[in-house]
């Protein structure tokens, strides 16, 4: 399995992106998708996920700014970011898990200027 974010980018505080990601390759169901993030100096920290029942989980940091989606017939999750803070500046790192199985994307740079 192949994960591909796009999306990212450079955006100013209280704005607006809407990150996605597509798997690819011997695809079954991939229980859990999500997001994680990786600041400068920082370790890689949760953000978001949801499972193919559509049940979503948040870190407290991002809860009524961000939404993740997915859309199973397309092998694809979204993260819609709202109300962006310079704290938020971040490489995002698409997840996926199946079976026994943890998959990983390359992630996409998130720069929030003040």
């Known amino acids: 399995v192949q994960l591909q974010a796009s999306g990212g980018g450079l955006v100013e505080a209280g704005g607006s992106l809407r990150l996605s990601c597509t798997a690819s390759?011997?695809?079954?169901?991939?229980?859990?998708m999500g997001w994680y993030r990786q600041a400068p100096g920082k370790e890689r920290e949760f953000v978001a996920t949801?499972?193919?029942?559509?049940?979503?989980r948040y870190a407290d940091s991002v809860k009524d700014r961000f939404t993740i989606s997915r859309d199973n017939a397309k092998n694809t999750v979204y993260l819609q970011m709202s109300s962006l803070k310079p704290e938020d500046t971040a490489v995002y790192y698409c997840?996926?898990?199946?079976?026994?199985?943890?998959?990983w994307g390359k992630g996409t740079q998130v720069t929030v200027s003040s």
């Open positions: 997840y996926a898990h199946s079976g026994f199985m943890d998959y």
């Open positions: 390759g011997t695809v079954f169901s991939l229980s859990i």
């Open positions: 949801i499972q193919n029942d559509f049940s979503a």
